[in-house]
Every structure is written in structure tokens, then in C-alpha cells.
């Protein structure tokens, strides 16, 4: 198994509505960006459902300079309905992210968890929340 320094969480930027997975993901990654996967190695969707994406054991596509070392998450939403980036999960979401990362911290002890815009040089606000500080509040 490839060592895991980083558990880096992501949204899908997409609206709270939208009601997607690892499916539809997948598609944006391979007919898209003509990928040979899905980016992500989990999608939780809006009902907090976790989806299989990527197989962990494999290097995933998800943070530059990083997707040797870390497994990615990504949260369905991450946007409000006009578009615009907002910390808008369901509670169900964040009670799934919780049970998924504590599972992952038993395997991967030492992996730090870090939201996407926590990497140096990220223009972006994913995942739309500080995950860091969440991380550390909910003891993970
Ligand atoms: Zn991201």
C-alpha cells in the first residue's frame, strides 16, 4: 500500500439541488477530462450516502502535487443555488464525512486531514469550509 500523509477533502461545486454521486462524477472525469477514472476515491452524497470512487490502493486525481500521498473526498454540493461557493452540506453529509474520516484515521494514523484550498498555490475555496478546524473539532 502506498503511504497516505494526507486526507484531503473536496465539493463537487455544484448546487445543494443536485443530486449527484460517484457516477456522475466519474463521467465528468473520464468524458470530460479524459481521465481513466474518477478523481475521488469517495463521493458523499447529499442523503450522506458514501460512494466508492477510485480504489484507495491507487493514486487518485484530485490535488496537485499531491495524489501520491492522499486519498481524496468529495462532498456532493458546495455551492448555493445562484452558484456561488458556500459551506451548504446536508447534516447527513456531516455525519457521513465524520464516520468515513474516523475509518480512514484507524488505517491511516498519521494522515493529516486538509481541505483542497489548504495546499499551497489552490485558487480555490474548496471544499467551501475550514477542514482543518473541523477535523480538529470533531477530535479526528
Ligand atoms: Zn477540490
New binding site residues.
Given amino acids: 500500500m502506498r503511504k497516505i500523509n494526507y486526507i484531503v477533502i473536496?465539493?463537487a461545486a455544484t448546487k445543494p439541488s443536485a443530486d449527484i454521486g460517484a457516477a456522475e462524477i466519474r463521467k465528468w472525469h473520464v468524458e470530460g477530462n479524459g481521465w481513466r477514472d474518477i478523481g475521488y476515491h469517495f463521493v458523499i452524497r447529499r442523503n450522506g450516502t458514501v460512494e466508492d470512487g477510485r480504489p484507495v490502493e491507487q493514486i487518485g486525481a484530485?490535488v496537485s502535487g499531491h495524489n501520491a500521498d492522499s486519498i481524496g473526498i468529495c462532498l456532493a454540493g458546495g455551492l448555493d443555488e445562484t452558484g456561488r461557493a458556500k459551506n451548504s452540506y446536508t447534516p447527513e453529509q456531516w455525519k457521513a464525512l465524520k464516520t468515513l474520516v474516523a475509518t480512514l484515521k484507524t488505517k491511516y494514523a498519521n494522515a493529516k486531514v486538509t481541505g483542497?484550498r489548504d495546499f499551497p498555490g489552490v485558487k480555490?475555496d474548496?471544499?467551501c469550509f475550514d477542514a482543518q478546524e473541523w477535523a480538529f473539532r470533531e477530535g479526528l
Wanted: proline share 14%; glycine share 0%.
Fill in positions: 473536496h465539493c484530485h483542497h480555490k474548496c471544499p
